[in-house]
């Protein structure tokens, strides 16, 4: 059992002045009834909190660090930006070279647009897919997570279409939903039967090519091509909410790794190599669409900011490396191969599913497919599970549903040491 005392004293004090005492809900770890972690300082693979305890991390501030913590270069990178001022409010030198790397890596983009964060790329890319096309109906899957705007707040239910659903929040007039569809991921069939009954009214469909917020589901054969196909016919726009996979699946995101150019990909997270950095990008002629050129309204004090900018600028770079995804991808596999492996063998009811450096260990069912399978996950295994894992210093994302993320920092020793402590765990509870 680690020391926490002054984690404990701290997170009392911040919750007295912030809302559960976080900035973001799932940092507060509430299902776990615990003092999360409150983090002093990090390096390469682990975090360190203000007890001095030491955590191999897993969660890599969600995905955003594929080299690890406080990486020397991107560092580096980033203050020499800073040094020569953090923010203009004007266009800078380092926007081109940051929209251009972009563009050479994933051909769907020949422009893009800068902004702060993953919600502000996919809120401002379903406003220009509505602008371009004249339309207002969205697409979008149950168990995706594209951000917190309004449009994107709509829970399905359970084992329906959930057209028009309700809301996941409250404060969002029905209005700021009653054009959001919510089909089942990896389901051709409804996605078919919606799109026939409704083609006129659809001006895009978003859709996390690789979903990463209901713990990893991958796409079925054929899925992510009926979205493109169908799109198409229609005259609507596909969009790739790439903020997990940009840059974490391969240079050329999940858009190259599947063979497919959707109308708008949006980035996020390994964009800003840890700073708030994200865009969005597609066909010239569409994001032509957006002011100052067209009338799409879409603005930001901090966008294209040069010490974010440069971060993931340099981040981008160090991924350019030779063989430098094949590695994340092989260590990523020895790691969650054996498991799987073990988990079959000995029949116990659970999986781990992954998809290049990005897993999930899910308790209580063998495969999930889409939402309606992690309905019946067993949680409190999920509970006991987080829990020895993080007393034995290993920290995964707190919630069942969530992705982990491999980063260049994570050594084969860590992976080993990673592998055995699960193994463990297995062993003890499902004797
Ligand atoms: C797929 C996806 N899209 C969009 C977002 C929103 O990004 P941000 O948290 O930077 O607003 C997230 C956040 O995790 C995400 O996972």
Same mark, same amino acid.
């Given at each position: 059992?680690?020391?926490?005392?002054?984690?404990?004293?701290?997170?009392?004090?911040?919750?007295? #002045?912030?809302?559960?005492?976080?900035?973001?809900?799932?940092?507060?770890?509430?299902?776990?009834?615990?003092? %999360?972690?409150?983090?002093s300082?990090?390096?390469?693979?682990?975090?360190?909190?203000?007890?001095?305890?030491?955590?191999?991390?897993?969660?890599?501030? +969600?995905?955003?660090?594929?080299?690890?913590?406080?990486?020397?270069? #991107?560092?580096?990178?980033?203050?020499?930006?800073?040094?020569?001022?953090?923010?203009?409010?004007?266009?800078? %030198?380092?926007?081109?070279?940051?929209?251009?790397?972009?563009i050479?890596?994933?051909? !769907?983009?020949?422009k893009?647009?800068?902004?702060?964060?993953?919600?502000?790329?996919?809120?401002?890319?379903?406003?220009?897919?509505?602008?371009?096309?004249?339309?207002?109906? $969205?697409?979008?899957?149950?168990? !995706?997570?594209?951000?917190?705007?309004?449009?994107?707040?709509?829970?399905?239910?359970?084992?329906?279409?959930?057209?028009?659903?309700?809301?996941?929040?409250?404060? $969002?007039?029905?209005?700021?939903?009653? +054009?959001?569809?919510?089909?089942?991921?990896?389901?051709?069939?409804?996605?078919?039967?919606?799109?026939?009954?409704?083609?006129?009214?659809?001006?895009? #469909? $978003?859709?996390? %090519?690789?979903?990463?917020?209901?713990?990893? &589901? %991958?796409?079925?054969?054929?899925?992510?091509?009926?979205?493109?196909?169908?799109?198409?016919?229609?005259?609507a726009?596909?969009?790739?909410?790439?903020?997990?996979?940009?840059?974490?699946?391969?240079?050329?995101?999940?858009? !190259?790794?599947?063979?497919?150019?959707?109308?708008? $990909?949006?980035?996020?997270?390994?964009?800003?190599?840890?700073?708030?950095?994200?865009?969005?990008?597609?066909?010239?002629?569409?994001?032509?669409?957006?002011?100052?050129?067209?009338?799409?309204?879409?603005?930001?004090?901090?966008?294209?900011?040069?010490?974010?900018?440069?971060?993931?600028?340099?981040?981008?770079?160090?991924?350019?490396?030779?063989?430098?995804?094949?590695?994340?991808?092989?260590k990523?596999?020895?790691?969650?191969?054996?498991?799987?492996?073990?988990?079959?063998?000995?029949?116990?009811?659970?999986?781990?599913?992954?998809?290049?450096?990005?897993?999930?260990?899910?308790?209580?069912?063998?495969?999930?497919?889409?939402?309606?399978?992690?309905?019946?996950?067993?949680r409190?295994?999920?509970?006991?599970?987080?829990?020895?894992?993080?007393?034995?210093? &290993?920290?995964?994302?707190?919630?069942?549903?969530?992705? +982990?993320a491999?980063?260049? !920092?994570?050594?084969?020793?860590?992976?080993?040491?990673?592998?055995? #402590?699960?193994?463990a765990?297995l062993?003890?509870?499902?004797?």
């Amino acid at each position: 059992m680690q020391n926490r005392k002054n984690s404990d004293a701290i997170y009392t004090r911040l919750s007295g #002045v912030m809302p559960g005492g976080v900035s973001s809900p799932v940092r507060a770890c509430l299902e776990h009834q615990m003092t %999360p972690l409150v983090v002093s300082r990090a390096e390469g693979a682990y975090l360190f909190d203000v007890d001095d305890n030491q955590y191999l991390d897993y969660c890599m501030s +969600w995905g955003a660090l594929i080299h690890g913590h406080a990486h020397p270069v #991107v560092i580096e990178a980033a203050l020499t930006r800073l040094r020569e001022g953090s923010s203009f409010g004007c266009t800078t %030198p380092y926007e081109e070279a940051l929209a251009s790397k972009v563009i050479s890596h994933m051909p !769907a983009c020949e422009k893009v647009r800068f902004v702060s964060s993953g919600t502000e790329a996919t809120m401002s890319a379903i406003r220009l897919a509505r602008g371009f096309t004249g339309r207002s109906g $969205i697409i979008k899957f149950q168990g !995706a997570y594209h951000g917190h705007a309004d449009a994107f707040l709509v829970q399905a239910g359970s084992g329906s279409l959930g057209l028009n659903g309700t809301s996941t929040s409250l404060g $969002i007039p029905k209005e700021h939903i009653q +054009w959001t569809a919510c089909l089942p991921y990896n389901d051709i069939q409804a996605f078919d039967q919606y799109v026939k009954q409704h083609a006129a009214s659809i001006a895009c #469909v $978003i859709v996390e %090519p690789i979903a990463t917020n209901m713990g990893l &589901v %991958p796409p079925k054969e054929g899925f992510l091509h009926t979205l493109r196909q169908r799109t198409k016919e229609i005259g609507a726009l596909l969009i790739f909410d790439e903020v997990v996979t940009g840059f974490r699946v391969g240079l050329g995101g999940a858009a !190259a790794y599947y063979g497919i150019t959707p109308d708008l $990909i949006c980035l996020g997270k390994i964009i800003g190599g840890g700073m708030p950095c994200a865009c969005f990008g597609g066909r010239a002629e569409i994001m032509n669409a957006l002011a100052p050129l067209g009338e799409v309204y879409q603005a930001g004090t901090l966008s294209g900011n040069p010490v974010a900018v440069g971060a993931g600028f340099t981040a981008i770079s160090l991924a350019e490396r030779p063989h430098f995804y094949e590695e994340l991808e092989r260590k990523t596999a020895s790691l969650v191969m054996p498991i799987q492996e073990y988990l079959q063998k000995k029949s116990i009811p659970a999986c781990m599913q992954h998809r290049a450096s990005l897993c999930t260990l899910f308790f209580g069912k063998t495969h999930i497919c889409h939402a309606e399978d992690t309905m019946s996950l067993d949680r409190t295994m999920f509970k006991k599970f987080f829990r020895y894992m993080f007393e034995r210093g &290993v920290y995964i994302p707190p919630g069942q549903q969530e992705v +982990w993320a491999i980063s260049a !920092a994570h050594t084969q020793e860590d992976i080993e040491r990673t592998r055995e #402590v699960i193994l463990a765990f297995l062993q003890e509870v499902y004797l």
